[in-house]
């Protein structure tokens, strides 16, 4: 075998390589997602894929669908920029079908907010548990939903 | 070299042509098989990311440190039980100099009980020897020259268009040079899949019009959060801006974090 009067060890080396960049090429053709580098050097379906997980907190607006009453106490109160799934936990599930059910809380989410503590802005209203009223069951003299109001 | 044109030599010639012609469609379907399994998703559709530009900020002087960021992180993300966060809060306290020191601020204690989730026990000091204490939310600090895509081999981790520093799970090989990359530790390896994971900026979330899951809970807006490319009206990361001064963690490692903290002091790292 010569081609072009080569000799033959160097033809076989030319083969050799055209073998290895061949099938370098081939399964890079094949592996490679057509997507990789459709945003930059990464598989850019990677961002439908974390588009696609399902979200656990529906967000405070979904709420005022079916409760508008306690969407709209809340609003006006000393509580307005508080999200409703802060107090009652992810709720996406239970926007979507409401037999999900929801947590209710009791007293014990107000003291991980209000509990006074110096590191705390000193804007922040703040109490010591044991002091203000026996550190009694909050809810018999605040509404959770507007706070300054008395049941 | 001149070869008769035998029937022999007729018939491997036409079934050469004919394995090269039924060889083609199948390394098509071998490729779209491969790539099927490779790419396959379900992502949602509408949603360009060249049209967005997401960023955070942090008001730590408004921040009580009630947990409510990392512990909703935890649930909306699912992140491995333990000692594994995607955002936390650190607590700092600033102690009085000693009697008769000629410094202006004595020691600096950092604590961050189960990443504040449940938040924070008694300031360890005495009233009398604090000086001054607040509270840091932390997260991606969504660097413009992110150290952590910098390293990686595979091409797994990268900056989003959208502003996201996004980890590829499905490409990710578990190396962890990436967790050793970050300077604000903002990394761990899964436990469950062995991958690098990381705050996403609630990337599903986001892009369904929803806001992440630590902005949603936060109860004083210590967290600020808004698309640049689309500002709204009264835009929070606009007015946060106008009204802050803003300073960014570790400026000197030239990684341009683009999470700006207002209210934060020169202990903070």
Known sequence: ?151 | MSQKLSRRNVLAKISAALAAACAAPAAQAAKATVQKVLVESGGAKGYDPTKHKWAMAIDASRCIGCGSCADACKKENHVPEGHYYRTWIERYVITKPKPGSDEARGEVLVDSPEGGMHGFGPCPVPKEELLQSFFVPKLCNLCLHSPCAQVCPVGATFDSPDGAVLVDRKYCIGCGFCIQACPYGCRFMSPVTHTAEKCTLCYHRITRGLKPACVEVCPVQARIFGDLKNPVPDDPLQTFYKNNRVQTLKPHLGTEPRVMYAGIDKEVR
């Open chain 1, 1 to 151: 075998m010569r081609l072009f009067n080569m000799p033959p060890q160097i033809v076989r080396l030319c083969l050799v390589t055209i073998g290895i960049v061949g099938s370098y090429l081939v399964a890079r053709a094949v592996l490679t997602p057509p997507s990789f580098r459709e945003y930059g050097f990464f598989r850019g379906d990677a961002l439908k894929d974390i588009m696609a997980l399902p979200p656990q907190y529906g967000g405070k607006v979904s709420c005022d669908e079916c409760h508008s009453d306690q969407f709209t106490k809340l609003n006006k109160g000393g509580h307005k920029r508080l999200s409703c799934e802060v107090c009652h936990g992810p709720g996406y599930a239970h926007t979507q079908s409401p037999d999900a059910g929801m947590h209710k809380p009791t007293f014990t989410v107000c003291s991980k907010c209000h509990e006074a503590n110096p590191s705390r802005p000193k804007t922040h209203k703040q109490i010591v548990l044991k002091e203000h009223y026996a550190g009694g069951k909050c809810m018999e003299c605040h509404v959770p939903h507007s706070p300054a109001e008395v049941p």
